[in-house]
């Protein structure tokens, strides 16, 4: 193990995080806007970054008799809070200030205090098709002969930003779109970009923004169950510009919890024959989802988790039979507020059953704000690592999604605490610290 305070061979490859790291954010609603007025008003000392690992989450190095446990923030070469700038687009115009007031998650006085800065920024026009998201009506939008046209007015946009930064993450933070199977116009990038150039209709406003993006070689991250880069013409685009891609939906609230319980479940031996799962829910995004067609993409990312968690196939007896249930519903006094209710029924010794309720109101965007924040640094600090920029997905990131994205016939984990250990280790791994197993035996021996 290194010395502590020299830097490993390995973490000596690692570009230094210097100058302006641009985020660019499709969709600057209420996530957005709670994520950049958060960080602004954590610059100030005015809050503390809770719910960010990146920030406030510490990594043991070697023993635990070392004692050598340091902020991720303070040992791994991620950029600092003050080197970043924001910028992004919106189908509803005005500044962030007027945004975060319509989103109406944070504190009004809070937003006055930081008003001047929320001011300055005001989004681009978007690129939106109404066939994607339908409960939406466009006030500011990008006009374009074609597919490809509007793409290239992405490019552009992102090219001018690159002039003023040193650096550049993209993360979609916009609405979920309407289900969709991969069709032939995703399996590879040329006919992916033939398709821009032919107005195809399966390539939604989503691949539009990753493929500018990693066009430019830029890390993109996706905060929505969005099809997006989850098609080989991406991915391959991706490993072809050494731009980083990750999984797909912020895992938050209901299903944050689901991947907690249901490992215990399994560790445990406990059956389970039934989990219902419902949330109401009153922001942007629960009008979006109130479509059937839109819910249709959340629902295949919600549903995935416990399948992956359970195994039923190699565990039939607890999990063969199990009834998962998910709803959303949309209603409009809870705001951004979301309650997330589940009744779970579960069985023990001789078949015995029992039954866990769990009614979590949480804060869906004030959830959400933190793991955009960790995405988009760790991401910024795959693209400045040999070892990780070339692999185009970056499973060690699983811990921030509902759907993780892994390497193709690889199953993905959803247990929150293998996802947590896949992370720390493969920080350790990249800065030539030893990996952590947990076994232990080194205390015991002579």
């Given at each position: 193990m290194p010395t502590p305070g020299t830097a490993s061979p390995?973490?000596?490859?690692?570009?230094?995080?210097?100058?302006?790291?641009?985020?660019?954010?499709?969709?600057?609603?209420?996530?957005?806007?709670?994520?950049?007025?958060?960080?602004?008003?954590?610059?100030?000392?005015?809050?503390?970054?809770?719910?960010?690992?990146?920030?406030?989450?510490?990594?043991?190095?070697?023993?635990?008799?070392?004692?050598?446990?340091?902020?991720?923030k303070d040992w791994a070469p991620i950029a600092d809070l003050n080197d970043?700038?924001?910028?992004?687009?919106?189908?509803?115009?005005?500044?962030?200030?007027?945004?975060?007031?319509?989103?109406?998650?944070?504190?009004?006085?809070?937003l006055e205090s930081m008003r001047p800065f929320l001011e300055s920024i005001e989004p681009m026009p978007a690129v939106f098709d109404q066939r994607w998201v339908k409960r939406l009506s466009p006030k500011f939008q990008k006009v374009g002969k074609n597919k490809c046209d509007l793409a290239n007015q992405i490019r552009n946009d992102i090219a001018e930003f690159k002039s003023k930064t040193d650096r550049q993450v993209m993360i979609w933070c916009g609405s979920t779109e309407i289900y969709i199977e991969p069709k032939p116009v995703h399996m590879t990038l040329e006919a992916f970009e033939?398709?821009?150039?032919?107005?195809?209709?399966?390539?939604?406003?989503?691949?539009?923004?990753?493929?500018?993006?990693?066009?430019?070689?830029?890390?993109?991250?996706?905060?929505?169950?969005?099809?997006?880069?989850?098609?080989?013409?991406?991915?391959?685009?991706?490993?072809?510009?050494?731009?980083?891609?990750?999984?797909?939906?912020?895992?938050?609230?209901?299903?944050?919890?689901?991947?907690?319980?249901?490992?215990?479940?399994?560790?445990?031996?406990?059956g389970v024959s039934g989990w219902y799962s419902t949330n109401i829910l009153g922001n942007r995004d629960g009008e979006v989802l109130d479509d059937p067609d839109n819910f249709k993409t959340k629902e295949v990312s919600k549903l995935g988790v416990l399948e992956h968690i359970f195994q039923p196939e190699k565990n039939p007896d607890l999990y063969g039979d199990i009834f998962h249930k998910v709803r959303i519903n949309y209603y409009p006094p809870r705001g951004d507020n979301?309650?997330?209710?589940?009744?779970?029924?579960?069985?023990?010794?001789?078949?015995?059953?029992?039954?866990?309720?769990?009614?979590?109101?949480?804060?869906?965007?004030?959830?959400?704000?933190?793991?955009?924040l960790d995405l988009c640094l760790f991401m910024d600090l795959a693209s400045r690592t040999p070892a990780l920029r070339g692999l185009g997905i970056q499973e060690w990131l699983s811990?921030?999604?509902?759907?993780?994205?892994?390497?193709?016939?690889?199953?993905?984990?959803?247990?929150?605490f293998i996802q947590s250990m896949k992370l720390k280790n493969t920080l350790r791994h990249i800065m030539g610290e030893d990996l952590i197993t947990h076994l232990g035996l080194e205390y015991y021996g002579e």
């Amino acid at each position: 193990m290194p010395t502590p305070g020299t830097a490993s061979p390995q973490a000596a490859d690692i570009t230094p995080a210097k100058g302006k790291l641009g985020i660019m954010i499709p969709g600057m609603g209420a996530v957005a806007t709670t994520l950049i007025a958060g960080v602004e008003a954590v610059r100030r000392g005015f809050a503390k970054p809770i719910g960010s690992m990146s920030q406030m989450g510490t990594i043991r190095l070697g023993k635990r008799t070392d004692d050598n446990t340091p902020l991720i923030k303070d040992w791994a070469p991620i950029a600092d809070l003050n080197d970043i700038v924001f910028t992004g687009w919106d189908i509803f115009g005005g500044n962030l200030y007027d945004a975060a007031k319509t989103a109406n998650v944070l504190d009004r006085d809070q937003l006055e205090s930081m008003r001047p800065f929320l001011e300055s920024i005001e989004p681009m026009p978007a690129v939106f098709d109404q066939r994607w998201v339908k409960r939406l009506s466009p006030k500011f939008q990008k006009v374009g002969k074609n597919k490809c046209d509007l793409a290239n007015q992405i490019r552009n946009d992102i090219a001018e930003f690159k002039s003023k930064t040193d650096r550049q993450v993209m993360i979609w933070c916009g609405s979920t779109e309407i289900y969709i199977e991969p069709k032939p116009v995703h399996m590879t990038l040329e006919a992916f970009e033939k398709g821009l150039v032919e107005d195809d209709p399966d390539i939604a406003p989503s691949m539009l923004y990753a493929w500018a993006c990693l066009k430019e070689g830029i890390p993109f991250a996706n905060g929505a169950p969005n099809l997006t880069v989850d098609i080989p013409a991406l991915q391959e685009l991706s490993k072809k510009m050494n731009a980083p891609i990750c999984g797909k939906d912020f895992k938050t609230g209901q299903t944050f919890i689901k991947t907690v319980l249901a490992p215990a479940f399994k560790t445990r031996q406990l059956g389970v024959s039934g989990w219902y799962s419902t949330n109401i829910l009153g922001n942007r995004d629960g009008e979006v989802l109130d479509d059937p067609d839109n819910f249709k993409t959340k629902e295949v990312s919600k549903l995935g988790v416990l399948e992956h968690i359970f195994q039923p196939e190699k565990n039939p007896d607890l999990y063969g039979d199990i009834f998962h249930k998910v709803r959303i519903n949309y209603y409009p006094p809870r705001g951004d507020n979301k309650e997330g209710w589940d009744n779970i029924d579960i069985f023990g010794w001789l078949g015995y059953p029992m039954q866990i309720k769990v009614d979590f109101l949480c804060r869906d965007s004030i959830l959400a704000a933190p793991l955009a924040l960790d995405l988009c640094l760790f991401m910024d600090l795959a693209s400045r690592t040999p070892a990780l920029r070339g692999l185009g997905i970056q499973e060690w990131l699983s811990f921030y999604f509902k759907d993780p994205d892994t390497a193709p016939g690889v199953y993905p984990e959803h247990d929150l605490f293998i996802q947590s250990m896949k992370l720390k280790n493969t920080l350790r791994h990249i800065m030539g610290e030893d990996l952590i197993t947990h076994l232990g035996l080194e205390y015991y021996g002579e």
